[in-house]
């Protein structure tokens, strides 16, 4: 079983610029998906701004980062972060996903995104909310 943990920071409207300075300080590859290029995007003044974004090295490095919706609360230091766990191997995903159900709320049911093929989102019972994946390959 290959499955990958990787912070998830939660920005608001600079996820790129956090995202390119991670990639000069780790160096790897810096790879950004704008809402723009998303069908559940949001509205036109985040249209630029990062849906999800990943800097990752060859030697495991991960953070992920996007700009948290215009919709939602945002409050630098408590919704900071989430959980993040991707493979390449859905079968994976899907498993970690129902385990992580019992209880939770599901706030986006496992499926296809525009930046993957398998992607889903929860609060568990105990409050951390994880957000699941299948790597994509670009």
């Known amino acids: 079983m290959t499955i990958i943990s990787a912070l998830h920071v939660n920005l608001r409207g600079n996820a790129r610029e956090a995202l390119e300075f991670y990639q000069s300080v780790f160096g790897g590859e810096l790879t950004a998906f704008p809402y723009g290029d998303t069908p559940s995007g949001q509205g036109p003044d985040q249209a630029?701004?990062?849906?999800?974004?990943?800097?990752?090295?060859?030697?495991?490095?991960?953070?992920?980062?996007?700009?948290?919706?215009?919709?939602?609360?945002?409050?630098?230091?408590?919704?900071?972060?989430?959980?993040?766990?991707?493979?390449?191997?859905?079968?994976?995903?899907?498993?970690?996903?129902t385990g992580l159900s019992a209880g939770a709320t599901v706030l986006v049911p496992l499926g296809p995104v525009g930046f993957s093929p398998l992607y889903g989102k929860l609060v568990d019972k105990f409050g951390v909310v994880w957000i699941l994946d299948v790597i994509p390959r670009w």
């Open 48 to 97: 630029d701004q990062v849906a999800w974004g990943e800097v990752s090295t060859p030697d495991g490095f991960r953070i992920m980062a996007y700009d948290i919706q215009d919709s939602l609360d945002y409050h630098p230091g408590e919704n900071a972060f989430y959980s993040a766990l991707r493979s390449p191997d859905a079968d994976v995903i899907t498993a970690a996903f």
